[in-house]
């Protein structure tokens, strides 16, 4: 089995897949040679958890064109993403988004301070 970097995608959807309280959905960076089985024998492996659900996409990269000197154009690909939702067993979790969590909770506690403080 190749060893192959798990890079978290750190964006505000899948924040809101980790932090759903039925179904813990985890998006990860893959290499685009990576397979289902490979992903899910990896997060086993790193995180100690049972996968119970994985599903790939790839993303096409983009052509991107620049303007050289004299406004010559020149042509460029982005290169692909493959991203795998990994699904675990109920009751597991991740530890990805731990400074995000302290920071809201954070936030909800000062917000509940504001409200005691105002004045009635």
């Given at each position: ?19 759903a309280e039925n179904i813990k959905t985890y998006v990860f960076v893959v290499s685009t040679s990576a ?44 290169s692909d993403i493959k991203k795998a939702y990994v ?34």
């Open positions: 089995m190749k060893d192959f970097v798990l890079k978290p995608r750190v964006s505000e959807k899948a924040y809101a897949m980790s932090q397979n289902k089985h490979s992903v899910a024998r990896a997060i086993t492996a790193q995180y100690g958890v049972v996968v119970t659900n994985v599903r790939t996409t790839t993303t096409k990269g983009k052509t991107k064109q620049s303007y050289r000197k004299g406004g010559r154009p020149v042509a460029g690909v982005r699904t675990l067993r109920a009751g597991e979790s991740l530890p990805l988004f731990v400074e995000e969590a302290a920071e809201e909770e954070k936030q909800a506690k000062e917000a509940k301070k504001a409200l005691k403080k105002e004045p009635k």
